[in-house]
Antibody, heavy 123, light 113 residues
Framework: QVQLRESGPGPVKPSETLSLTCTVSGDSLSGYYWSWIRQPPGRGLEWVGYINHYGTTDYSPSLRSRVTISIDMSGNQFSLRLRSVTAADTAVYYC?????????????????WGQGSLVSVSS | DIVMVQSPDSLAVSLGERATINCKSSQSVFYSSNNKNYLAWYQQKPGQPPKLLIYWASTRESGVPDRFSGSGSGTDFTLSISSLQAEDVAVYYCQQYSNTPPTFGQGTKLEIK
């Protein structure tokens, strides 16, 4: 049974870089689109981006200039970096496995999800 | 971006009764080439991550009880819970994956009456 777990250093100061890692167990990283989705406190869900095992990425247009997702096949992990954060980036960040819909460019549905990591941006 | 709008925002239903949640997309998420609707539904219980319930608008994810069903096509979709159980209290989200970026509805909060 595949499980995902987010980890990261905790609170981030404005203008700094948010970094999170998702460790996947029970599944290979091949064949899926490994995704980050965020949820501001008390609000809805926003897709951040994904990566596949070839290193192909796609990002939300609203975040593209600040986000990088990378993959570590040997460690069965993928990571998120979001630069120049502000308070608006405060959210629970979820990692999730994305299943390929077959569209071009690829779009996905998400499941399973990690438990989430709350990242607060505050001075 | 495709905008997803759910209705109602909140819903209270008696135990054992039927619950119905609607989702409308700003453009069609149906592909005639494969006769599929690119729509998923998720359940998020308090303090938990979302859980995939349904994809391709009507295909239940493995392990999801059969009281959950999805229907609709094009721009209008429905998630139905045939006989509400106490453990179904949650926020429900629809999501389109027809176009990038994938987008979610604002959520519908389901409570017990």
């Amino acid at each position: 049974q595949v499980q995902l777990r987010e980890s990261g250093p905790g609170p981030v100061k404005p203008s700094e870089t948010l970094s999170l890692t998702c460790t996947v167990s029970g599944d290979s990283l091949s064949g899926y689109y490994w995704s980050w989705i965020r949820q501001p406190p008390g609000r809805g869900l926003e897709w951040v981006g994904y990566i596949n095992h070839y290193g192909t990425t796609d990002y939300s247009p609203s975040l593209r200039s600040r986000v990088t997702i990378s993959i570590d096949m040997s460690g069965n992990q993928f990571s998120l970096r979001l630069r120049s954060v502000t308070a608006a980036d405060t959210a629970v960040y979820y990692c999730a496995r994305g299943s390929d819909s077959g569209t071009s460019p690829r779009t996905v549905w998400f499941g399973p999800w990690g438990q989430g990591s709350l990242v607060s941006v505050s001075s | 971006d495709i905008v997803m709008v759910q209705s109602p925002d909140s819903l209270a239903v008696s135990l054992g009764e039927r619950a119905t949640i609607n989702c409308k997309s700003s453009q069609s998420v149906f592909y005639s080439s494969n006769n599929k609707n690119y729509l998923a539904w998720y359940q998020q219980k308090p303090g938990q991550p979302p859980k995939l319930l349904i994809y391709w608008a009507s295909t239940r994810e493995s392990g999801v009880p059969d009281r959950f069903s999805g229907s609709g096509s094009g721009t209008d979709f429905t998630l139905s819970i045939s006989s509400l159980q106490a453990e179904d209290v949650a926020v429900y989200y629809c999501q389109q994956y027809s176009n990038t970026p994938p987008t979610f509805g604002q959520g519908t909060k389901l409570e017990i009456k």
